[in-house]
Every structure is written in C-alpha cells, then in structure tokens.
C-alpha cells in the first residue's frame, strides 16, 4: 500500500523554464511534508517542508503547494537550472508515527 | 555545520557474512532513523531510536538488528547476508520529539552503500 506516490518517474524541462513535481497521499493523518533532492550515490539532502496547516510555502525557487482536500502537493522550481536535475522525493511525516514516508521519486532533468 | 556521518562508505561482503554499519547523528540530535534504498527503489524505513529506545520499527528483516548507544551514535548489524540486502543504506537524525516540525525535520548522511557477491 503506497501511501505516497509520484506518478511521474521522470520529467524533462527546459533551463529556465518552470519544473512542477507532483505528490499524491491516501493517509490523511500526515501533518508534515517534506520535498528532499537526491544526487546519484548520495543521501537524499532536505529542499523544503510545508506543514499541513499551511497551504504554500516559498524559499527562493522553490515554492511547495498543498492541497489538503485533494490531498495533492507540487514542488515548483523556477527558474529551473542545470544543477537542478536530480531524483526528488515527496515525503509525508506524521507526528504520532515519527517517520518519514517516501514517495517513489522523481527523476528530473534540466535540458540546456 | 556538522552533518550526519556514516561509516564505512562502502563495503563489500559475501552472501552469508555479517556487516555493521554505524551513524553518527548531528550534535544535539536524539533520534536516529535507518533506511535502505534498493536499486530503482524508494527509501524504505527500517527502524528508529529516540533516547537510546526503539521508537518504531519497519521492514527491517530479522537477521538484521540495531541500537543506539550513549553517545546516541547507532550501529546496524546485518547477518547472513543474502544477494538482496545490496542497497544504500542511509542513515538520519533528527531532534525526536521535543521540537516543533522544523525540528523534527530528519538530515540524512551520505549512506553506505553495501554490496553482497
């Protein structure tokens, strides 16, 4: 049972164009989310975080949108940049649960 | 700023062997967290420690095992090793449970990438 899912393994854009990543989750207890960045053989580094009673959530080129009903958030990069491509993961983090609950990523890369 | 250390970075065992992997959390972090990453798949969650305790476990396999000690490092101890446990294995620290959710917020070491032959 998947309780976070990024149905787009991969997703191409072009340098200085917008990137929109897309997360999906069943469990409506999740209070916390998480987007991290992920380098080939390196751990996944922390991006930005939004907490559930926030709706958005900006930090330079990064701004995170949550849609609570539709239990639905996006991570939006722009302008996007070469040093942006990399595997992006959705997390979702529950107080009760103290754990991180991975989506299964997004490879993203930026097109010169 | 000091980040989440894991040793050994990589390591290469035969089926059958054992290995332990060991984390040194952030300074100040109580609550460690293990996660394996398999080839083209997504982090799955082991196990965690908050305070020295086991505070939740996951998919861990019961040849595996783990502890935190007093210095709040933790070491993960894997038994008769077997072809699938080849993965990444990361480590994260967080402030547990005293903080809001910023402080809950887990940084992750570089992992240790474990190879079974």
């Known amino acids: 049972d998947q309780q976070v899912k990024q149905n787009s393994p991969s997703l191409s854009v072009q340098e200085g164009r917008i990137s929109i990543l897309n997360c999906d989750y069943t469990?409506?207890?999740?209070?916390?989310f998480l987007w991290y960045k992920k380098y080939p053989a390196e751990g996944p580094t922390f991006l930005i975080s939004i907490s559930s009673i926030k709706d958005k959530n900006e930090d330079g080129r990064f701004t995170v949108f949550l849609n609570k009903s539709a239990k639905h958030l996006s991570l939006h990069i722009v302008p996007s940049q070469p040093g942006d491509s990399a595997v992006y993961f959705c997390?979702?983090?529950?107080?009760?649960?103290?754990?991180?609950?991975f989506g299964q990523g997004t490879r993203l890369t930026i097109n010169p | 700023a000091a980040g989440v250390i894991q040793s050994p970075r990589h390591l290469i065992k035969e089926k059958r062997e054992t290995a332990t992997l060991k984390c040194y959390p952030i300074?100040?972090?109580?609550?460690v967290y293990w996660y394996q990453q398999g080839p083209g798949q997504d982090p799955q969650f082991l196990i965690s420690?908050?305070?020295?305790?086991?505070?939740d476990k996951g998919s861990i396999p019961d040849r595996f095992s783990a502890q935190q000690f007093s210095d709040y490092h933790s070491e993960l101890n894997m038994s008769s090793l077997e072809l699938g446990d080849s993965a990444l294995y990361f480590c994260?620290?967080?402030?547990?449970?005293?903080?809001?959710?910023?402080?809950?917020?887990?940084?992750f070491g570089p992992g240790t990438r474990l190879t079974v032959l």
């Open positions: 469990n409506s207890m999740f209070d916390y």
């Open positions: 994260a620290s967080s402030s547990g449970l005293a903080g809001g959710p910023s402080t809950d917020t887990q940084y």
């Open positions: 420690f908050y305070e020295k305790m086991q505070s």
């Open positions: 997390a979702a983090y529950s107080q009760g649960a103290q754990k991180l609950v």
């Open positions: 300074p100040r972090h109580d609550t």
